[in-house]
């Protein structure tokens, strides 16, 4: 029997999987793709290392923070800030600097200033996003920004940072505190895209004696007395004394039945996913090496070359992620959002399609199992306890207060090995 089981192998999993294991349960990772890191796994071809999409490591996040405190190496680097801005169907430079910001011809000098001033408050310890936990963003920016433009640019700005289009649901204290981040830290591009950190992970956790398993779908988990049956997809039987479902919330309320925890059901039914249309293009070189970034403002649309600031293609080669952020609820996927995207690739580098050495077009990435909203009277993100079920714990994109992203995913991942910890022995929840 394994002290802990952990269903899922992406982020959150390899986490908690770490610290389990690195506190001395015997614990066992199960993923069912063939492959471990889920969203977070790096697909190579020819040399060029692809992501599933754009991703990107916040230097002033949780998980930065986490992956540091394990050991987990970092290497990339920061991609420059400058850029340029699509707006009415026109490239204008895109204002990430005080002298940008003053010669950008995509604001008025009334937009400039309340740009300046948007920048000056989010990025003060005084400022408080907390406070505006359950306003959606887009009532505060009804309330603080006026500018037409000023409103695009800021927008713009909190979809990059929290990869979200959806400003009348998600909540502005959460989108604030992660453009803080973003502005304070920066982010990193990871050398060999994310399959770096996921085998960093694995390696810390095998090392600490976790089983990883790929291939082990799992089908249910029955809780029997204070243990459980985890039953595979296979027809294969372990047992365990507890249990983290590092997944959605639909597997994790499905796996242990219906009605058996209503709050897990209710996450599963009120989830509302965060989705992208991701086209990521290899090039054997770029038609236009200074144009590093765009960002849309009247469109949700990004552009980034990750090659330059990542070891992530043959010498000469690029990797370029462009992305399209959908509204959230998910409405139906237009036909034409590959070509949408293929068009702004064009507009930043006009002949890429004679240099095209890998292209994959994403339809419908999810990115986020569900997004930070403002819902007043809404349910409260879960917790990793949040199931009432003993020895039952989720992790995942969707659990803990605010955080976006692999932040969640990660922090997740730590705060239930530490329940599961304190379940089976309160002595052993300080070593995580």
Known sequence: MDDVIVIGGGLAGLTAGAYLAGAGLATRVLERAGSLGGRADTHVRDGFHFNLGPHALYRAGAAHAILTELGVPLSGASPATEGLALLGGELHALPTSPRGLLGTS??????????ARFVAVVGSRAAGPERWARASVAAWLDEHVHDPRARLFVEALIRLSTYTNAPELVSAGAALAQVRRALRGGVIYLDGGWRGLVEGLADLAGRAGAVLETQAAVRAVEVRGAEFRITLDS??????????????PELAARLLGAGR????????????????????VALTSLPCPERGFALGLDQPLYYSVHSKSAALAPHGGAIIHVA??????????AADEARELE???DLLQPGWREHLAQRRFLRRMVVQHDLVR???DGPPRPTATAAGVPGYF???DWVGPGAFLADAAVASGRAAARAALAHLDPRLASAA
């Open 261 to 280: 925890s209503p709050a897990l059901d209710a996450a599963a039914a009120n989830a509302v996913p965060v989705l992208a249309a991701c086209l990521d």
């Open 106 to 115: 995509a604001l008025g000098a009334r937009g400039k200033l309340e740009v």
């Open 394 to 396: 989720v992790a995942g």
């Open 343 to 345: 068009a702004f690739l």
């Open 374 to 376: 403002a819902d007043r």
């Open 324 to 333: 399209k952020y959908l509204a959230s609820p998910a409405t139906a996927a």
């Open 235 to 248: 027809g294969r039987e372990l047992d365990a004394r507890a249990v983290v479902v590092a997944g959605s």
